[in-house]
């Protein structure tokens, strides 16, 4: 696995709190995945992960983390970083 990205942006919203890791235009694809949903459940509920697949290629990498808007900007940027190296590790 190649380094943690950085977080590029963090938005909040009504449900949650976005946090973008990867420009969503260098992927092919973007999907919302079950899996990723329930390794991303046990950092934090009801969390989300959208999963990019890169042009050319067959890796999927995590482009952003959606976690509820309840826990907080501060606590939502440490949750996705968390979910980010536990898929991604």
């Keep these: 696995m190649s380094s943690t990205p950085a977080i590029q942006s963090v938005e909040t919203g009504e449900e949650y709190v976005h946090v973008r890791f990867r420009d969503p ?50 606590k939502a940027r440490e949750q996705a970083v968390q979910i980010l190296e536990k898929i991604e590790s």
């Design 25 to 74: 235009d260098a992927f092919e694809t973007i999907r919302t995945p079950d899996w990723a949903a329930k390794a991303a459940s046990e950092v934090s509920a009801g969390a989300e992960v959208r999963m990019g697949k890169r042009s050319g290629s067959d890796d999927w990498a995590v482009q952003s983390v959606l976690v509820d808007v309840h826990v907080g900007e501060a």
